[in-house]
């Protein structure tokens, strides 16, 4: 190896390993072969299987002229998905995340399929059952999708008879007859989770203090204030007439030499730069939220009291607001004070003990609008079940269909086990072609 801390002059200073040509070579050979949606992320998981010893994401041979695809889901891929994770039985969910990952497909899809299948292990997923719903995703019916299953799980080289044991046919079949896909359904994830895959995602934001939001309000106070302070100086108009005053223009040459310093002493309200705020001790500030609390508990103690004084002594609160209520439909010129009155009355005294004031103006609403708020209550509330649960909407999927009965199941495996007794325990794509054959799904007529 040469040093590098040595000046090159000339190419042959590089040194090249002899085998990075041959890299090279069956690095272009297979992105050609493969055709993969994102060339980079492709790459990347190519040379991280061949530095781990694994067989990277290839496909067999070039797919022409383009097949039918599920979100880039393709027969290729699916033997390829069988050459890197060969001889498993079964396989954990973060493994067969990477390699699904590294096929150049979607992390929603996968979720989705795991879903579909019902399958409750991250740790062991059984992995000739999952191969046979990639492959229910990519036909039309439940026949088409047993005849790619056998071509993808067989040993045999590509164009032969594509045959398979009889227990893993009647094991398969038998998984996709139990299945219902005739329509979309929305089916909870309970196991499948990011957690397991220590993927990132934001943070759920931050909920203000009480004390954080009474300053908010404060200041929004203030500016109201400070706006109606200056309409009304617009709408009263200059105190001065001055018509005829001559006003000139600030000396330039004099503001060139201000430094900043001095422009920051002259501007009101804004610190110099040598200011340091003082440090306010925890304990202060709790003491101060404290007492901010206490005055907040009297004020709505008092406005509680207040209301309730004006009630007559021997009347209860129903008979008072009965009256009251007999008022506002005699009394149409003070309508609108008397319901006001009565609204308040009846937001403080449902209020419960210590509730903030803001509460009121949740309480002082029209019936219409209260049931609107149930409405949207209600429906917030099933949102964040459903978020909680994390429900996955899945599709229909022809390949798979609705449930088939079970004696049909049975009649099928039956034929199959006959046709296997001949064919040293295989049975192959031309016994389902055959006419003996039962229907594989119920066709309707």
Same mark, same amino acid.
Request: aromatic share 8%; proline share 8%; net charge negative.
């Given at each position: ?19 990075? #040509? ?46 039918? +695809? ?36 979607? @992390? ?56 398979? #044991? ?6 398969? %079949? &038998? ?24 993927? %990132?995602?934001?943070?759920? #934001? ?42 000139? *223009? ?24 040598? %200011? ?35 009630? #007559? ?13 007999? *008022? ?25 003990? &210590? ?10 609403? +029209? ?47 039956? %034929? ?7 064919? @040293? ?8 072609? @055959? ?11």
């Amino acid at each position: 190896m040469p040093d590098f801390n040595d000046d090159m002059y000339c190419s042959q200073q590089i040194c090249i390993p002899p085998t990075f #040509p041959y890299l090279l070579r069956q690095y272009a050979k297979a992105a050609i072969r493969t055709q993969p949606a994102d060339l980079l992320r492709w790459s990347t998981a190519y040379f991280r299987c061949l530095a781990l010893n694994v067989p990277p994401p290839v496909k067999p041979r070039l797919e022409y002229p383009i097949p039918k +695809s599920h979100f880039g889901l393709t027969p290729g891929w699916l033997r390829a998905l069988m050459y890197q994770l060969q001889n498993n039985l079964t396989v954990s969910f973060k493994v067969l995340w990477d390699r699904w990952i590294g096929a150049c497909l979607q @992390h929603e899809n996968l979720i989705e399929i795991l879903v579909l299948g019902g399958f409750a292990d991250p740790n062991a997923i059984p992995w000739f059952r999952f191969v046979a719903l990639c492959a229910g995703h990519l036909t039309e019916n439940l026949t088409q999708t047993m005849v790619m299953v056998c071509e993808i799980l067989t040993e045999e080289p590509e164009g032969g008879s594509a045959t398979v #044991p009889l227990e893993v046919f009647a094991d398969l %079949y &038998g998984f996709l007859a139990a299945i219902d896909a005739s329509e979309p359904q929305r089916l909870a994830n309970l196991y499948f989770t990011d957690s397991l895959l220590s993927l %990132y995602r934001e943070p759920p #934001p931050a909920v203000a203090s009480e004390s954080t939001i009474e300053i908010e309000e404060e200041v929004v106070e203030e500016e109201a204030v400070s706006e109606e302070e200056k309409v009304e100086e617009a709408e009263a108009g200059p105190v001065e007439d001055l018509v005829g005053v001559v006003i000139s *223009c600030p000396d330039i040459a004099i503001d060139d030499n201000k430094t900043e310093d001095d422009f920051m002493a002259e501007t009101v309200g804004r610190p110099s730069a040598d %200011y340091q705020s003082p440090v306010v001790p925890a304990e202060v500030i709790a003491l101060e939220n404290a007492d901010l609390e206490e005055e907040r508990q009297q004020q709505a103690d008092e406005s509680v009291d207040t209301l309730i004084g004006y009630m #007559p002594e021997r009347q209860g609160i129903a008979e008072y607001l009965e009256e009251v209520q007999k *008022c506002e439909v005699e009394e149409e010129g003070g309508e609108e004070e008397v319901d006001e009155d009565l609204q308040k009355l009846k937001a403080l005294l449902e209020m419960a003990p &210590g509730a903030p004031e803001a509460a009121v103006d949740e309480t002082v609403l +029209s019936d219409a609008s209260m049931e609107e708020r149930q409405d949207m209550v209600s429906e917030e509330g099933v949102d964040e079940v459903e978020q909680r649960l994390n429900y996955i909407l899945v599709d229909a999927i022809p390949g798979i269909g609705p449930i088939v009965p079970h004696e049909l199941v049975e009649d099928v495996k039956k %034929y199959m086990k006959e046709c296997s007794v001949a064919q @040293h325990g295989m049975v192959m794509p031309r016994n389902l072609r @055959h006419f003996r054959c039962p229907p594989l799904e119920v066709v309707h007529v």
